[in-house]
């Protein structure tokens, strides 16, 4: 994003100023239009860059509204946003705004890309799931367009933030293992691709909380975890991880229920059964993991009640307010078949290969 203060948008004559050119001459290099030699095309382009402008940025002021709120995602693939979004397009339903979803991406800079791609859109607000930019960015956005944050847990004055009770959801949880008699719990986390405060993040406050929880318990030496990704892929290479170690977890509780999906895999590759040999817990309660072939136990956070909350944050920020809101879910646990007692602690010294798959 441009360094150029957003309270004072750059205009085309800027532009043109700062390159020694007419107007003219900017429009046609913003166009693409016949006309512009490749030196003229060079200092518009390097004036645009310099100044941090925006093609039709100004234009927002004269055509107020646009009623349409940008939407960014980090991905596509995960479920648990198809509920939020559900929640969103609700409580627009009755309004005249529409919803429009862009992909951030893996990393700060390509997510920064797609910000400024709904800013130049001139959408009237942006709902942010999971940013992985700095608060301090996140804050440079939010005071110049209504911003609400999901699954951030840091404070700011300047946007609305979204998000569950990860350390009760995670409690929850391993709090379950261990009161169906699991020692060996293990869990699957995610590394750290954001520029935020590592303690307000989501996959940081489960994984400590894991840990705390153990430790409450005395289970300090079994505190085992594989730090991967919240995807299939990231929990399947982390049960691998673990389900390798001696002995092996008799429990795992994967961060998301992706990667818990991942790790159903691992443990039926691995010839183990669930939840006889290992019991295996997720967190977002997506749909899929109700079904009868996969009963997750898994942690409700209610993404239709996060994306109605913040759908309406958003409405009254872009009607006026200007007062900070922090809205946090509190989240249930959802028992289901694939956790249960541990079956037998003689079933680790039993080969791999000699154990029956049960399904």
Not at 59 to 67: D, E, K, S
Not at 70 to 97: C, K, M, S
Not at 241 to 268: C, K, M, N, Q
């Amino acid at each position: 994003m441009g360094a150029h203060d957003r309270r004072r948008r750059v205009t085309i004559v800027d532009v043109a100023n700062h390159a020694q050119v007419s107007t003219t001459a900017v429009s046609k290099v913003l166009r693409n239009a016949y006309g512009a030699s490749p030196a003229m095309r060079d200092r518009v382009r390097a004036a645009i860059e310099e100044l941090g402008y925006r093609p039709q940025a100004a234009a927002r002021a004269m055509r107020g509204r646009t009623f349409t709120i940008g939407v960014l995602l980090p991905h596509i693939r995960n479920p648990f946003f198809a509920d939020i979004l559900d929640g969103v397009t609700e409580q627009f339903a009755d309004t005249d705004y529409q919803a429009i979803m862009i992909h951030g991406g893996s990393t700060p800079k390509a997510e920064a890309r797609a910000i400024d791609a709904l800013v130049d859109r001139q959408v009237d607000g942006i709902l942010m799931v999971a940013p992985l930019t700095s608060k301090t960015a996140l804050e440079e956005v939010a005071k110049d367009m209504p911003t609400v944050v999901f699954g951030r847990h840091e404070r700011s004055a300047v946007y609305d933030s979204v998000f569950d009770d990860d350390e009760a959801g995670a409690e929850l949880v391993v709090q379950h293992l261990i009161a169906l008699g699991h020692r060996r719990i293990a869990h699957i986390g995610q590394k750290d691709a954001s520029r935020g405060h590592p303690a307000d993040l989501l996959h940081t406050i489960r994984a400590e909380t894991y840990r705390r929880v153990m430790r409450e318990h005395g289970l300090d030496e079994e505190i085992a975890v594989s730090t991967t990704s919240y995807t299939e892929d990231g929990g399947y290479a982390g049960a691998r991880e673990l389900l390798s170690r001696s002995p092996r977890p008799t429990a795992i509780f994967a961060g998301a229920d992706l990667a818990a999906f991942g790790a159903l895999a691992a443990v039926h590759e691995a010839g183990l059964s669930v939840p006889r040999d290992v019991s295996v817990a997720g967190y977002d309660n997506i749909r899929i993991a109700a079904l009868p072939n996969v009963s997750l136990t898994s942690v409700d956070q209610d993404g239709s009640v996060m994306g109605r909350t913040a759908g309406r944050l958003l409405l009254e920020r872009i009607g006026g307010r200007t007062s900070s809101v922090r809205f946090s879910v509190a989240p249930t646990l959802v028992e289901r078949r694939s956790t249960a007692a541990p079956y037998d602690c003689a079933q680790d010294a039993v080969p791999v290969e000699s154990q029956v798959n049960e399904r």
